[in-house]
């Protein structure tokens, strides 16, 4: 994973986006809940999206994963218009979402949740060993040091733990794109921090990362591009290194602020 | 924690229990029990005290060699149905309609064979074909439309015991006349194939489990230290030995008028069953799923597991097992008749599983837990029998014991929960 993962940085990641959405529309009924959404995720970056609760973050992320589709607009992934209908088709693209919930099993060890229903198998039954070393190769590319065991079952695992695993898993497929919602909200600083870590981490070695939070000193901490949704629209999407904290703030609860042209 | 790791094994520390030695075994499977993760310790100690208890009060009768391959024939039934249902609580559903599905499933070969003459091949299929097709209905109603699976067997409880009126005919009784079906639970194996089963167990055990820790070893996995192995594997053999051993012996009243020695069939039917469901359970796909969508069906329904499927399929094999065990009950009852499968035969059975260590919450259990939870139901039956109870205690002293079990599930959850083992 890692080898493959380094060669994937070696693109620079001022060219093309790894996502480009232009023009995204999405209703339910008569609500109107993105409206003319533009984002663009280049590999090898974070891209923080932020935006106030009812903004759309969750619409506009469903809609990549292929929960439910766009009514309207561009869906470009690595410079190919795509449809996504179905979280089959986004994850044949190699974008994966880590859920607030993180749906891991708490009965199942590690290993067992890391290949939940895609169980590598030998002559028809499962592959324990492969899938036992594939899940330590991961987690050691990951620098994941935090684990006692890959056998142990989820249940016994920290909240951090829990996040690793997670995350671990969406990077476990040749995944291109990882979406992490809100990874941090139930943490304490320290495991707040090693997650983070882990989620730069998967930047460098190549990834797209979409990071929902609305902490704004993890944002700030680990992105390089910040978007901001404010009332279904893309109000900014900005250089993290040219807004300040308030600025963004600003954004969030009021959809302007004076730095607005930075997003041009 | 990072201190604790060695430099060949960046991410993951060495297993805390991978020690070499008695102690450290011992010290590991302590924590792990008082993690809440008891498995079916509290069953095996119950099987223990209560055969301690029962030879004691009647030493000659409850020990001698006829009793214990009696309660192997009369636990039997109770027990495959246990087998089956482990696959619906695993998922956290109820089936309530296993022993009639059961019953009628042999209704209906009892008038397959006896009716139409048909052969015992013929006659098994026929049973088994009614317990897919009870199970795929319970299983459409429960997955698809989402009915709650308590309603759903409930109704189903209650439904086939009509079915099986109608079937048998009100007070009649369906004789079982062929002799195939019959030795099932009449006959017992010669005393030699007894020896080369348990033999064949014993070394496919050791050899399938030397091989794999072997294996892991090498790929540097996790593995079980090769004492633990021993002990599991010499475990095995002495009580193979000492089974196979005991039932060996002559037990006829009267052997010169017919000599009565071996393992019963009905004992290679429960672990010919105990075999091929706990490898499905186990290294199976499936399996894994049946466990992930009883510990979390929406990270299943997430990780793309099919989890109306999984459910439809546990909810068949429950109920094709079910039709097993109906097939055992009529063989020793040499007939059916509409109370076959009723009476105390689903209760029993879930509470064999659950005294076994199979959780009613769901995503815990084997099917192992079935053949040790009904052992230990058939030794209470049997037991309060020979010191001449009356049913009333006996039922008593059972509900008793199954509130036991559901109380060390629900405080062992309790304790897994503080410690995380869960």
């Known amino acids: 994973m890692t080898a493959t993962a380094s060669e994937r940085a ?18 339910f009924g008569a609500v109107h809940v993105l409206r003319g959404i533009d984002l663009d995720v280049k590999a090898g970056e974070v891209t923080a999206l932020v935006g106030d609760n009812g903004a759309g973050k969750s619409t506009l992320i469903k809609g990549i994963a292929g929960i439910h589709s766009f009514d309207e607009g561009e ?15 986004a994850s044949g693209l190699g974008i994966e979402v880590v859920y607030q919930d993180l749906a891991l099993c708490d009965n199942l060890d590690v290993v067992h949740n890391m290949f939940l229903g895609r169980e590598l198998r030998h002559r028809g039954l499962l592959d324990e060993d492969a899938m036992e070393k594939r899940a330590r190769e991961t987690l050691n590319g990951l620098s994941v040091r935090t684990l006692q065991s890959v056998r142990t079952k989820v249940a016994s695992l920290s909240g951090g733990q829990r996040q690793t695993v997670a995350i671990a898993r969406s990077v ?31 930047a460098d070695s190549g990834l797209g990362v979409i990071l929902i939070s609305h902490n704004l000193n993890d944002v700030f901490q680990v992105a390089d591009d910040i978007a901001v949704l404010y009332l279904g629209q893309m109000v900014a999407q900005v250089r993290k290194d040219d807004v300040t904290s308030n600025q963004v703030v600003q954004l969030i609860t009021t959809g302007s602020t004076g730095a607005e042209g930075a997003s041009a | 924690m990072t201190a604790t790791k060695k430099p060949e094994s960046p991410a993951v520390a060495p297993e805390p229990w991978q020690a070499q030695n008695l102690g450290g075994i011992w010290r590991s499977y302590v924590a792990k029990v008082r993690g809440g993760d008891v498995g079916a310790l509290p069953a095996v100690l119950g099987l223990l005290v209560l055969v301690i208890v029962f030879s004691i009060l009647r030493p000659d009768t409850f020990t001698s060699e006829l009793n214990f391959a009696n309660l192997i024939n009369q636990s039997a039934a109770v027990t495959v149905i246990a087998m089956g249902l482990v696959f619906v609580l695993l998922l956290g559903e109820i089936d309530l309609s296993a022993g009639f599905t059961g019953g009628t499933a042999a209704a209906v070969m009892g008038v397959v064979m006896t009716n139409h003459d048909q052969g015992w091949f013929i006659s098994v299929l026929a049973c088994i074909a009614t317990g897919v097709v009870i199970g795929t209905c319970i299983g459409l109603l429960v997955a698809r439309l989402g009915i709650p699976s308590f309603v759903v067997t409930l109704a189903a409880y209650l439904g086939l015991q009509g079915v099986m009126l109608e079937i048998i005919g009100e007070g009649g009784t369906i004789p079982f006349e062929n002799e195939s079906i019959r030795a099932i639970t009449d006959k017992n194996l010669p005393v030699w194939l007894g020896w080369t089963l348990a033999a064949a167990l014993v070394l496919g055990y050791a050899a399938v489990t030397y091989l794999r820790n072997a294996r892991r070893r090498r790929a540097g996995l996790q593995h079980e230290p090769t004492l633990l192995w021993a002990i599991k594997t010499g475990s095995l ?24 020695k071996g393992v019963p069939n009905s004992m290679v039917v429960i672990l010919g069953l105990l075999l091929v469901l706990s490898f499905l359970l186990g290294r199976s796909a499936w399996g894994r799923h049946v466990y992930a969508v009883g510990g979390n069906a929406e990270a299943a329904r997430r990780a793309g597991i099919n989890v109306m499927w ?3 399929s546990c909810f068949i094999l429950c109920s094709s097992v079910a039709a097993i065990g109906g097939l055992l009950l009529a063989a020793r009852n040499h007939s059916v008749s509409p109370q076959t499968g009723g009476n105390e035969t689903l209760l029993y059975a879930v509470g064999a599983a659950v005294i076994g260590g199979t959780s009613l919450f769901g995503g815990k259990g084997r099917v192992v837990d079935a053949v040790i939870g009904g052992t230990v139901v058939a030794v209470i039956a049997n037991g309060m029998g020979l010191l001449n109870q009356e049913p009333g205690v006996v039922y008593i002293v059972t509900g008793l014991v199954l509130l036991v079990a559901a109380s060390v599930d629900a405080i062992s959850r309790r304790r897994a929960a503080a410690s995380g083992r869960a």
């Open chain 1, 75 to 89: 869906y470009v992934f690595d410079g190919r218009p795509v449809t996504v209908h179905n979280p089959k088709d």
């Open chain 1, 172 to 202: 476990l497929w040749n995944s291109r794109l990882v979406i992490l919602d809100e990874p941090t909200a139930a943490l304490g600083v320290a495991q707040t921090e090693q997650v983070l870590l882990l989620v730069r981490r998967l």
């Open chain 2, 310 to 312: 999984v459910k439809l």
């Open chain 2, 237 to 260: 053999a002495v009580i193979a030995v000492l089974f196979v051993g005991y039932l060996s012996r002559e037990r006829s009243l009267n052997p010169a008028f017919k000599s009565l």
């Open chain 1, 10 to 27: 070696a693109a620079p990641s001022s060219g093309e986006p790894l996502l480009r959405l232009r023009g995204i529309q999405k209703s």
